[in-house]
């Protein structure tokens, strides 16, 4: 009798209105913006005792030491963790696409996180920043948009369990020139990463970015108590972790680099759900995030996905996280990079523009002191090679030794089995699809061209769709953004813009990359000769006085010769060749051309012994 009364109950509970929701954990990303992982859980002395709520999440749950995003930008990490896999896959991977007039429409097989979670039966809702680089369906995304993240809409969170959301911080952004003075930082406690100036203006800088997190601290701790105070803590998963590095570092944010993909990562919850106070050194990807936060919500994990449950059963410890940059604002780039247990690798595939290109933060003072110090001599030899230098093809460091990426071995022979193995790696990733392999269409290109007048676009790929009115081969845009007369139809190239080193010339077979230090080309003689080429001219001879100097400095002594095409398509050489000697100085090769007449392009030859160094200062016309 006893088994039959327990049958028939079990006949009777599809009737009953039993909700199900109480066994599912609440899931709450708090997700920070422009945020390094400079707490003191992290082992950041100066921040210990001024970060207790995230502190505390870590203590009562688990931080993750080597934890990476995809990419060093906001809106394409944000897209990628969205959807699950990498932004270069779906056409994400451009900074802020989908704003202008172009729209991007993401795969139709592919759906966001928030909506996977909401058919899944969970209250889904975004407090602030969102930040996409496609079209999206809200409302088939989030149960509750919220554009600022205050207030927290406790009475809804509470009336609608279980639920998914993120609250957005401001992280790194946050203006703290009101913060109380007793619990700032004081600059003179802190240390200046090796990788930056040691002066006054960037310890105040770094302090600036601890006062920060100190701020952001006492906002989660608002939300932890609210959590609490509303009767959630207990069956909520709550989840701390940033989009990528500090915004006033430029080595940090928009660069791929440890200090730009390095990010914090605490989870905190119930122990069915997240182990308690443990530290984990693996290496994570953030898009591991998005497929564990389905697992917590008992969802299945789509076939696109390229992250994993971080406590599932069948949880593969990585070799590598991999990462992407592409264009950041109206800065165009193309930048692909690993990190594996010891070493980085990066791939750079743009390499007539040096590390540091101009971009939006150019008129920032910690931007404009780097650049004052290279241009008086004073920035020491590392840094200048590492912001102002010659762009190499690749980079591996070994972070176990140098951690902020300043002694880059791609060239030691002592790791070339370790560069190869880190080439296959990327290889592999990259083989996956990579739709940053093609540059954006001309209708994206002239979108960012019109962007605010204080941005300086002077990536040549935005040359093409500009006018250029005195023929120079520099487009009148161009020109006006490096100070230059776009109406003097005179050939002046100075190699100083960084975005685009080069000024158009290129090398002929035999030489490797020509674009050197900010303000320089330079490349060897691997046969004792070569040439480079300038087309694209339709510049009037009459206009250039005559003469035409190319400054220069060579390792041995050099015949160097100056030819013109005039619109047959033959290349004429003009009288030399000019001998070109060893010494401390640029010496001025200078050459008469023709008083009258057009040069549609020039060539400019060099014969020296093998392995001559040749660096070019400028290259000017009617130059004295």
């Known amino acids: 009798m006893k088994f039959l009364g327990f049958a028939l109950l079990l006949s009777f509970l599809p009737l009953l209105p039993i909700s199900f929701g109480a066994e599912k954990p609440n899931i709450l990303w708090i997700f920070a913006e422009d945020t390094s992982p400079w707490m003191g859980c992290y082992g950041h002395q100066v921040n210990e005792g001024h970060t207790p709520h995230i502190d505390s999440l870590a203590a009562q749950g688990i931080r993750f030491s080597r934890a990476y995003v995809p990419a060093p930008v906001c809106s394409a990490c944000r897209s990628a963790v969205m959807t699950g896999q990498n932004q270069i896959r779906f056409g994400a991977h451009e900074h802020r696409s989908s704003r202008g007039p172009r729209k991007i429409e993401y795969p139709s097989h592919l759906k966001l996180l928030p909506e996977i979670m909401k058919e899944g039966g969970y209250f889904t809702f975004n407090l602030g920043k969102d930040d996409y680089n496609f079209i999206w369906d809200q409302k088939a995304s989030y149960s509750l948009q919220q554009k600022t993240r205050e207030p927290v809409p406790w009475d809804s969170l509470k009336a609608n369990q279980p ?27 802190v240390t200046v990463p090796p990788d930056y100036p040691q002066n006054q203006l960037y310890r105040e800088v770094v302090a600036e970015h601890y006062d920060s997190i100190r701020k952001d601290d006492d906002f989660i701790g608002n939300v932890l108590a609210g959590l609490k105070e509303n009767g959630l803590w207990e069956n909520t998963i709550v989840v701390y972790v940033s989009d990528h590095g500090a915004n006033q570092l430029v080595r940090h944010k928009q660069m791929p680099t440890e200090g730009g993909l390095h990010v914090p990562f605490i989870v905190r919850g119930p122990k069915r759900f997240v182990p308690k106070k443990q530290v984990r050194d693996d290496l994570v990807d953030i898009l591991d995030l998005s497929a564990t936060t389905l697992a917590w919500a008992g969802l299945d994990r789509p076939d696109w996905y390229e992250g994993q449950d971080l406590f599932g059963e069948d949880f593969s410890p990585r070799a590598f996280v991999a990462a992407a940059k592409d264009r950041l604002d109206h800065t165009i780039d193309r930048v692909r990079t690993i990190r594996t247990d010891r070493f980085r690798y990066t791939r750079n595939y743009k390499l007539d523009r040096i590390l540091l290109q101009p971009q939006y933060r150019d008129q920032q003072p910690y931007t404009q002191n780097l650049h004052e110090l290279y241009n008086t001599g004073k920035l020491s030899s590392k840094l200048t090679e590492i912001y102002f230098g010659e762009r190499r093809p690749e980079e591996l460091y070994d972070i176990s030794k140098d951690p902020y990426q300043l002694y880059n071995l791609a060239n030691d022979p002592k790791y070339a089995k370790e560069l190869e193995a880190h080439r296959f790696m990327l290889d592999e990733w990259l083989e996956k699809g990579d739709l940053g392999a093609s540059e954006e269409p001309d209708e994206e290109i002239a979108f960012q061209d019109e962007g605010p007048a204080k941005w300086k676009k002077v990536n040549p790929e935005y040359e093409h769709l500009r006018k250029d009115s005195d023929g120079d081969g520099l487009s009148d845009d161009w ?49 004792g000769q070569g040439s480079l080429v300038r087309s694209g001219l339709n510049a009037d001879l009459a206009r250039q006085g005559g003469l035409f100097s190319v400054a220069m400095s060579v390792s041995k002594p050099t015949l160097v010769w100056l030819s013109l095409n005039s619109g047959d398509g033959v290349m004429r050489k003009m009288a030399g060749p000019v001998t070109v000697l060893p010494g401390k100085s640029y010496k001025d090769a200078k050459f008469r051309i023709p008083e009258a007449g057009m040069v549609k392009a020039m060539r400019i030859d060099f014969q020296s012994e093998e392995g001559t160094i040749v660096e070019i200062e400028s290259m000017r016309a009617n130059s004295g």
């Open 163 to 189: 639920f998914y959301g993120q609250i957005q911080t401001a992280g790194g952004k946050n203006n703290v020139s009101k913060f109380p003075a007793e619990r700032k930082t004081d600059p003179a406690s």
């Open 479 to 527: 020109e006006g953004y490096n100070e230059r007369d776009p109406m003097d139809g005179k050939l002046l190239f100075t190699f100083d813009c960084g975005g685009w080193q080069t000024e158009g010339w290129l090398p002929n077979p035999g030489i490797s990359n020509i674009a050197g230090f900010k303000g320089y080309l330079d490349f060897d003689l691997p046969r």
